[in-house]
């Protein structure tokens, strides 16, 4: 045999407990972005190639997974940029815009967006890092004030505050006023971008290789400066202000509004060398972080020039994500992993007495509890041992002599108490003594 | 511009209030699957190509799109076999067996799963049938019993009834059967496969084409047979049964006991003709169909050997599958699709009120209302406006008068009616006025 029984690498299986706390997760998280005005939309995991490269191509060329031609279109095609004609999406801020410039006339204005599913990446798979994720994107399109930014931080803030996550910071920053502090350390604006890449590493490479990689780029005085002025911890707020006066107001505005929305000033700092990776970014950007976590569990900032890659014409937006795998690994860590069985098992003692068990089952359901009834017939001892290893609560019986009289037998496994119920008033009667969910 | 705002051919968006009855029922399909103890499972949508294609190829081949290699390894690829490595999952039947044989030890058995996703066929897409659609798998793997097909079509059944779809039917078969009944109008045994492709059309092509080419298939003496033995509608059961017992009576019991837990025995029905396309079916098959809809709602069977192409030991397994896309139909004629806005717009007067408007929202967030702050700055009437577009029911105002007297102004925009809620019983009052969710 040499069927694979693995993923390809950088994909994965999810088991029940962890798929049960995915399932979990993405709910939470929708029904808190639903909470604040946000609509869920959906776009396809398989876009045009020239929609993921845009017309250079460049940085994303290397992220995307790309889509063989078929059949005669793929006889045709001559040489290897000529094979593919689609792609799987890298991220959900892309199909965004192409969305938006699409439907704009059925959207109110603003829109107020959101977006949960899976992007791919044809990264080398790492620890920690996969080829299939998920993301969960909240987006403001059709509007320039400092509310969007405000909205988008705030409905992430809580939808990590809803799944329990206690203890997320919220770095922010300005794509301007990085531009404007690598200027005054002497960096010439055909560099600009280099260094910004570099910057973005800060998390990622020790400081000092770093501030090698950036002498080499810059030399070895505006490194000093860089190093001095742009990740200093805490920025020197009236220097800052006097550089880019209208970006630092702008943050300075949209940091107190959120400290004071949640009471909790001290979680949302300006952090004048945060970057964000992707090139679309003209504005405010901003990180999620969390003690727990090396990294960041989300981030985003505004990106008023997108749409104009499909329209010609740029309409402001702004918009975050929230890092689902690195929030599974908190929510993990944390939670435990929990069995999750169902609250009753109903064996079938013979196969005549069958459909008194689905009956059963059927008004147990019938009150909000779920219930398994046992797919084949094994000696009572083997059903018990699958209720067992499934996490189930208790486990019922209809048996002859109980059939015969209009009763269940009923088995906590936990407390392993039995007793009888009628069989009319059971679902009711176990209802009331399984804890509320 | 030639960066295209379509989606490729066959791939969709999805507006907010499609995608809003879209969650709900894949939450409402989800919560029934769970309440008959099926554990929610997930696999990548990602699969080595010898996983999709099994050692043949052969009809899968043409389903699959296939992934580009990546880097060097697409370099030393030579011809257009060799090009690809990856490809799109277009079922969730065969990543389950994989799943399966790669997880057993840490699974119960049987092992009872759901899986809930988009699936990718690189078919020409139609009216109807697209490139990407989401599949409702429910499976039971580790048992031979016909409990297993009773519980997998009692869980899609009940689904059905959850989301308000009534009037479903099942037709029920088994491929014996089929195989016995071609075998009795004298088709040999190398023309059986080829047969059952055209039966399985029946719902596709009229029957007169049909006929036309089982009689070039199998000769105009053994169509007339298979005409009138098993497209009749109304099988004759005992010379069904006298030609394959086991799975007659096999399918009678089921079809007993699904009759009995649904009190409905006419929506059960053996349908002699059914095979159900795809080729790694071994015993019972069936079909869900609908009065308001050509072809079908659904299916699934029982597929024995789909373990064994990994493991090379077969493990017994049945399961079904909702077709999602065609629910969608159904629930989107019947229910219309509504707007779906926020409970409440909290509109934003002036800057110096946002925190104002913002701590409301908040506070009727947390009597479980959605509510939206106006992101951007604008007149009343344009605030008002986005909210009626939006479909909202409340409107809410604090200007300088309300902030002064702790006040919020209030209006309903289907009756028109406007008064003033004290600011700090806001939430739970208006809570009280909306109705129940």
Known sequence: MNIPVTPPSGFRDFLPPVQALRTRAVEAISRVYRSFGFSQIATPCVEELSVLMGKAGGENEKLVFKILKRGEKLELSQGTSELADLGLRFDLTLPLARYYVRHQSSLPHPFKAFNIGPVFRAERAQKGRYREFYQCDVDIIGSDHLGCEVDVISAMFSALLELGVEGATVALNDRTLVAALLDAAGIPQDKRGEAMILLDKIDKVPEDRLMGEMTTLVGPEAARVVREKVLAPEGDLERLRSLAPEAVNRLSRIIKTLGGVFGKPERFRLVPSLVRGFDYYTGPVFEFKHPGLAGSLGGGGRYDGLTGKFSGRSVPAAGGSLGFERLMLILEERQGVAAG?????????????????????????????????????????????????????????????????????????????????????????????????
Do not use: H, M, N
Request: glycine content about 10%; aromatic content about 6%.
């Open 341 to 437: 069985g169902p609250d009753a098992c109903v064996t079938v003692f013979a196969e005549e007495l069958r459909e008194r068990s689905l009956g059963l089952a059927a008004a147990l359901r019938g009150e909000g509890l779920s219930a398994d009834v046992y797919p084949g017939l094994k000696p009572l001892r083997d059903q018990f041992k699958f209720a067992d290893l499934r996490g189930c609560s208790l486990v019922l019986v209809i048996g002859p002599d109980e059939a015969a009289r209009g009763k269940v037998k009923v088995k906590d496994l936990k407390s392993g108490q039995e007793w009888l119920e009628d069989e009319a008033g059971a679902a009711k009667s176990l209802r009331a003594k399984l804890p509320p969910k």
